[in-house]
């Protein structure tokens, strides 16, 4: 049973293997195991932990269904029906049901899904575990999902309204969990060998899973997988839209990659990046990383008053990340009361990224961040100018 969800799940994972059909099959045949196993030839009554999986297969398939490969709506809610028949108070399933009603173009009846959603799984602080009709324990939705379920209630409330006028309207489209192509729609030159080039999909179907932590995104062209940091924040992923910072290297398999595409309006061939769901780098404010087999809760942290950061080249990026946090203050991973120091490293003055965004969460934090910028080879490079202006 574990063989056969584990090769499903791979299937379903953005890469070289990936297959929908497959996953669909296997997972198929992962729940038919599950039936078998919740019918002891005994008589006695079947025990919780095999109905848990059969609902954690149901889910995996329904997903697979509702992809843009399989299209296969009625199936995927028949799955999320027997799932939420089972374990009425869980949110996920609902959620999940709500996203494949507004994927089906049926919007009245996603938005009735979220407000279950949001009913089931927001009574209990965050964090905090009920117990479903199984007996089964439910998590709750943190406050960025059900942030994220509200805005989407009002989208909905809009487009019903609009009837006829609204059914057509773009957010019926996702990007399902954000994976997969996304379209460059404009290359930003700023140095003489690093881009951003700012990506746009369809606004995905689920929030962020790491709203307030540190995270990365892997590109793919091929057989090639390398992660980016994004400058953009969480809230910019929800509405579909990423700049990713690349640096371009002689020898990089993916760096090359990108250095050959062309904005949409320029070549709309040449314009596709394929990337995975979002990856945790490491929670915040705890700053245990994404390898750690459990996520540690703030709760075990304590108040954060200084954060300390040392970075150099395109490490800047993921201090961004950090930096944003303690700017948003009490909303932050680190709260109203955190200041921060960055020393940033870099070779030259010309080398020097993300400038204006260092600027601008420096003047967003009113004094609670200090950015350094120091240079290794300042004095090369002014020997090389004053020599040049000698010459002139």
């Not at 790491?210 to 892997?218: E, M």
């Amino acid at each position: 049973r574990a063989r056969l969800k584990s090769d499903a799940m791979r299937r379903m994972s953005c890469g070289p293997s990936q297959s929908l059909p497959e996953a669909e099959s296997l997972l198929s045949e992962a729940i038919g195991v599950e039936l078998d196993c919740l019918a002891p030839a005994d008589g006695t009554a079947p025990r919780p932990g095999p109905r848990r999986r059969l609902c954690e297969l149901r889910m995996l398939r329904a997903a697979a269904r509702a992809s843009r490969a399989l299209g296969d709506f009625e199936g995927a809610l028949g799955d999320l029906d027997e799932v939420i028949a089972e374990r009425p108070a869980l949110a996920q399933a609902h959620l999940e049901k709500a996203n494949v009603l507004r994927r089906a173009r049926r919007p009245a009846d996603a938005l009735q899904c979220f407000a279950k959603a949001l009913e089931v799984g927001g009574g209990a602080p965050e964090g905090v575990c009920g117990a479903d009709g199984a007996g089964q324990d439910v998590p709750s939705l943190s406050a960025q999902e059900r942030a994220w379920i509200r805005r989407n209630i009002e989208n909905l409330t809009d487009e019903v309204a609009l009837g006829d006028a609204g059914s057509a309207n773009a957010s019926s489209t996702d990007s399902g969990d954000g994976s997969g192509p996304w379209k460059v729609v404009k290359i930003i030159g700023t140095t003489f060998d690093s881009c951003i080039y700012r990506l746009e999909n369809h606004p995905p179907a689920v929030p962020h899973p790491y709203p307030i932590d540190a995270w990365h995104i892997s590109a793919r062209f091929g057989g090639s997988l390398r992660d980016y940091t994004p400058l953009s924040s969480a809230a910019d992923w929800e509405q579909g839209r990423l700049d990713l910072l690349v640096k371009t290297y002689v020898d990089g398999a993916v760096s090359r990659k990108f250095a050959a595409l062309l904005p949409a309006s320029h070549s709309p061939g040449a314009c596709w990046v394929t990337l995975t769901v979002p990856k945790l780098t490491f929670t915040l404010p705890s700053f245990a990383d994404g390898l750690s087999p459990e996520r540690p809760g703030p709760a075990g942290v304590g108040d954060v008053q200084h954060v300390a950061l040392v970075v150099g080249g395109t490490g800047v990026v993921p201090a961004l990340q950090v930096l944003r946090e303690v700017a948003a203050g009490p909303q932050g991973a680190f709260g109203s009361g955190c200041r921060a120091v960055l020393v940033y490293a870099s070779r030259r003055a010309c080398d020097v990224l993300a400038l204006d965004e260092l600027r601008a969460v420096e003047a967003a934090a009113a004094g609670r961040i200090v950015v350094w910028h120091t240079l290794t080879e300042h004095a090369e490079e002014a020997a090389v100018r004053d020599a040049a202006a000698q010459e002139a």
